[in-house]
């Protein structure tokens, strides 16, 4: 199996229940939130049965993740405390994104959440009872009142607002010097999502904005995001921020941006696809 060819979005194949026979399996291994890596891969990899054995590390719990080109994915759990084995690394989650595929990237991010989700539903957040896993999809059930818990996400909106061919940047109180970015925020119980872009942009900003129109989505584990990217236009108000979350918020030409988006993001996407319309004079 050589990994580099892989196609990590096609070759996919999501599944909960591992098939019977499970031949050459592969593993992600997280430990406290960290992935392990094979010193001796030129590129981070999945590792095998020996590569895992070989680590010593005492495994606390597997998860089937489904095939990858017919091969037996999982996401494995092993202590938090170990030490980094010899010819071993372990790495954060962070530092893959910018250094493999994105979909490979994806992946592991899936790895990193239904290890973290397992570790936090051991237990009953109900009755504080045992819970175990249910075999007919990723849920776990409380044995004592039968509660039942599916792996967390939280729906996030991300928006680029535009006033013609300006977009609007805004500074986050903790960003590094010359970060501007698009606004963000989580979606609240009983909102449908394009009131979550109207909500959030009044709050962080004071403007209204008109024509919300849906662009894509990430999945985004940092740690269990889901963002659905948006475009949405300038209504009305002047821009008054909301200064507990931003330090800055401005128009900005399409053509002058503060900082170049980076492509690994939905924020960088969002703004890339602003710029080509207004470069092709459809805005
Ligand atoms: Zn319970």
Not at 20 to 38: A, K, R
Not at 96 to 118: C, H, P
């Amino acid at each position: 199996m050589n990994w580099q060819q892989v196609d990590f979005k096609s070759s996919f194949l999501s599944n909960t229940v591992a098939p019977v026979d499970v031949q050459n399996p592969h593993y992600i291994v997280v430990s406290d939130g960290e992935i392990l890596g094979l010193s001796a891969h030129e590129q981070w990899q999945p590792l095998s049965e020996d590569e895992l054995r070989w680590s010593m590390l005492e495994i606390q719990s597997s998860h089937f993740l489904g095939l990858m080109a017919d091969i037996p994915l999982f996401a494995v759990e092993v202590n938090g405390e170990a030490e980094e084995p010899e010819g071993y690394y372990f790495e954060t989650l962070w530092s893959f994104l910018s250094s493999v595929d994105i979909d490979l990237f994806y992946l592991i991010g899936r790895a990193k959440q239904i290890v973290e989700w397992f570790q936090t539903h051991r237990y009953c957040g109900q009755c504080g009872g045992d819970t175990t896993s249910e075999s007919a999809d990723r849920s776990r059930k409380c044995k004592d009142c039968g509660l039942m818990f599916y792996p967390r996400l939280s729906p996030s909106i991300i928006v680029c607002v535009n006033k013609g061919q300006d977009i609007l940047l805004a500074k986050n109180v903790n960003a590094r010097a010359n970060f501007y970015s698009v606004l963000a925020g989580f979606v609240e119980p009983g909102e449908s999502i394009e009131e979550t872009v109207r909500r959030e942009v009044l709050e962080e900003v004071g403007i209204t904005v008109k024509n919300i129109t849906y662009f894509g989505s990430q999945s985004w584990p940092f740690p269990n995001s889901l963002m659905l990217g948006f475009h949405a236009e300038y209504d009305s108000g002047e821009i008054n921020i909301q200064e507990e979350e931003l330090s800055d918020a401005q128009w900005f030409p399409f053509n002058a941006l503060p900082n170049p988006p980076a492509m690994i993001s939905i924020s960088g996407w969002l703004i890339q696809d602003f710029i080509q319309r207004a470069e092709a004079g459809l805005v």
